[in-house]
């Protein structure tokens, strides 16, 4: 089973080489690596040559700098592989990453495998981070896949961590110029699917890097998440209506997450707010009604109650 592995590139140097070291160096050989870099201004186009001299699985595509959808979309677009992966370039993956993930598909003819993930600290390698025990236990959905995504944590909204069928994105494609840019994708990926393979394997090392566009400062583009949500939610609504009430569930949680940005950035004035205030009028009760943290429930009824008072809190705190 071919796989290609998709990575997109951008101003990443301090941590690309560990990134590109840790594919490399996989249980699992039968690949290719698809370096994407769009239009670093450092030295990560001059680290992917250098790697790709030395192994000929890798191949360079440099692209203007378009975003991180445009680079995955690039990278799709270049893969030969039946299958593929998407690895972040300040991330990287445990030695038999790919080897579970490949295992899912074959042994249950799935079109999406699932793994889990570990954090590590920005200065973390390979070689400093703790390697869990290798578990590998498999759980197989069809016609509960999309529950599973909707009301558990095993399935990410992430693009990473999984093995998709190339022919799943056919007609997908990641948004350019989102933020965010999963939320439009994953649970497309996931209805399109046949089954979806989960395993516990921690497989994937995700890096909390300050600098990563998830940790930016308040920006209106923070609202694509919740508009992710929406557009997720209508497809809900219509495909699984039993399962409607999640949706309206994540759309209150992408909401929380924008008006936490607001006030760490004190961001107190701006008509987002009132988008965002009509958005908990008619969805909050969905989010305090189904499994969700007492914490995340009461910041809830504060911003249903007044979305300014809510983020003049959040920038009282902080």
């Known amino acids: 089973m071919f796989v290609s592995v998709i990575v997109p590139i951008y101003n990443v140097e301090e941590y690309l080489p560990n990134c590109i070291r840790s594919i490399l160096s996989q249980t699992y050989s039968d690949f290719e690596l698809i370096l994407v870099d769009d239009g670093s201004l450092d030295s990560s186009y001059s680290i992917c040559e250098s790697y790709a001299k030395i192994d000929s699985r890798i191949k360079v595509v440099h692209q203007n700098n378009a975003g991180l959808s445009a680079a995955r979309n690039t990278g799709i677009e270049n893969a030969k592989g039946e299958y ?121 090392v995700y890096r909390y890097n300050k600098k990563s566009i998830m940790n930016e400062s308040f920006s209106p583009k923070k609202m694509h998440g919740v508009e992710g949500c929406l557009k997720r939610m209508t497809f809900i609504e219509k495909e699984y209506p039993e399962l409607k009430k999640y949706a309206y569930r994540a759309v209150i949680y992408a909401c929380n997450q924008v008006v936490l940005s607001m006030g760490r950035s004190k961001v107190t004035d701006t008509p987002l707010l009132e988008q965002i205030q009509l958005i908990y009028r008619k969805y909050t009760w969905y989010y305090i009604t189904t499994r969700s943290a007492v914490l995340g429930k009461f910041f809830s009824l504060l911003s249903f109650i007044s979305v300014r008072f809510a983020v003049k809190i959040v920038a009282w705190l902080r």
């Open 84 to 204: 593929l992966t998407f690895i972040d370039s300040d991330d990287f993956v445990q030695s038999c990453y790919l080897e579970v993930l490949v295992k899912g598909c074959k042994e249950y003819q799935a079109d999406l495998s699932v793994c889990s993930f570990i954090r590590c600290l920005s200065n973390d390698t390979i070689d400093s981070v703790r390697i869990p025990p290798r578990i590998e236990n498999f759980d197989v959905f069809s016609d509960e896949r999309m529950k599973v995504f909707l009301t558990t944590q095993r399935v990410r909204t992430s693009a990473w961590a999984k093995l998709y069928r190339k022919s799943l994105f056919d007609t997908l494609r990641f948004p350019v110029g989102k933020y965010n840019e999963d939320e439009f994708t994953t649970y497309l990926a996931i209805h399109l699917a046949n089954k979806v393979v989960i395993s516990n394997y921690k497989g994937y």
